[in-house]
């Protein structure tokens, strides 16, 4: 019973609109990414300090000569790149912080989750860069034995397509029509070839090794070992995890969440769904290239939301402006 001419009006959610940080996992990378910060954006400067810190009983590595520097042979080395950029993640999400843009909620691809997780509160800091390094560690055992692909077709015209090439599966469902496969070199290959022929957008990813594929399973002892002190908090910004496609009871992510993290599909697509569903619309990309923001605005054009994506830096674009 409200007097007359009262006029309520909001969101009735109990979830909200806020913006969604979006953390990629690899294909950001480059050399000198994320360099015209460095020195010029203090923020920017104290966050990557931090990670340096926390990453320093486990990699030998300095950031800023990495970011700034000429050499270009960390590229070639998981074990360096994905810490690093997991560094460059954490501190991009303090820059927008810094200038007044927090998250409501977060999304991590694959390793991306680490960095969700962490700015989210989940997982300390130390907690999280042990998490990076030592599972980048563990993958470059596997270095030689996979390769990976991205596929423009949806998840189920891929599957279909499966059964000719022995031991590929699905790695990652980034949107309604973007999937990304996994499994032994020369079947991966293969169905590249064979997507081409069709005329079908494939095409091969950089990496030799097969993520979220069974191969992964001969790192699982040493993974649950390595981060079975990993102790997560309840955090104070939702996650909707890309292993579930859901929104994530933080006191799940242990070692053997991380280990899952690394050996299942990446459930992108449905991540995103349910961040939609839930009132959110405008999703910003915490990365120094773009990588996630296509398959996001696609994932919004097919449920029919009108929705905003934003990246952070650009390759060669990467000033504080």
Request: hydrophobic fraction near 45%.
């Amino acid at each position: 019973g409200l007097p007359a001419g009262n006029v309520v009006s909001g969101v009735a959610s109990g979830h909200g609109s806020g913006p969604v940080f979006v953390f990629p996992g690899q294909g950001a990378q480059s050399a000198r990414m994320a360099a015209g910060l460095v020195g010029r954006a203090s923020v920017f400067d104290a966050r990557l300090a931090e990670c340096q810190r926390a990453l320093a009983p486990f990699l030998d590595v300095d950031l800023v000569s990495v970011l700034t520097g000429d050499d270009e042979s960390w590229l070639e080395r998981v074990e360096v790149v994905q810490p690093v950029l997991w560094a460059v993640g954490i501190a991009l999400a303090a820059v927008w912080e810094h200038a007044g843009v927090s998250p409501q909620a977060v999304v991590g691809h694959s390793q991306g989750e680490i960095g969700a997780a962490c700015v989210a509160g989940i997982l300390s800091l130390e907690d999280a860069a042990k998490t990076v390094a030592l599972r980048s560690r563990a993958l470059a055992v596997l270095r030689g034995t996979g390769a990976m692909a991205s596929v423009d077709l949806s998840a189920d015209a891929v599957t279909e397509r499966l059964h000719a090439f022995p031991g590929v599966g699905v790695a990652a469902v980034n949107g309604p029509a973007t999937v990304v496969v996994s499994g032994p070199p020369q079947p991966v290959a293969d169905l590249v070839d064979a997507c081409q022929a069709e005329g079908i957008r494939a095409r091969l990813i950089p990496v030799d090794y097969a993520s979220h594929s069974p191969s992964v399973q001969d790192v699982a002892e040493r993974l649950r070992a390595d981060l079975a002190d990993v102790a997560p908090q309840p955090g104070r910004v939702r996650l909707v995890s890309t292993l579930t496609g859901d929104w994530v009871e933080p006191g799940s992510m242990t070692a053997d969440y991380w280990y899952d993290n690394l050996r299942q599909t990446v459930q992108f697509d449905a991540a995103v769904r349910v961040a939609v569903a839930a009132g959110h619309t405008t999703f910003v990309e915490i990365s120094p290239h773009p990588v996630l923001t296509m398959p996001v605005t696609a994932i919004l054009d097919d449920v029919g939301v009108t929705g905003h994506t934003l990246g952070s830096l650009r390759r060669g674009d990467d000033d504080p402006t």
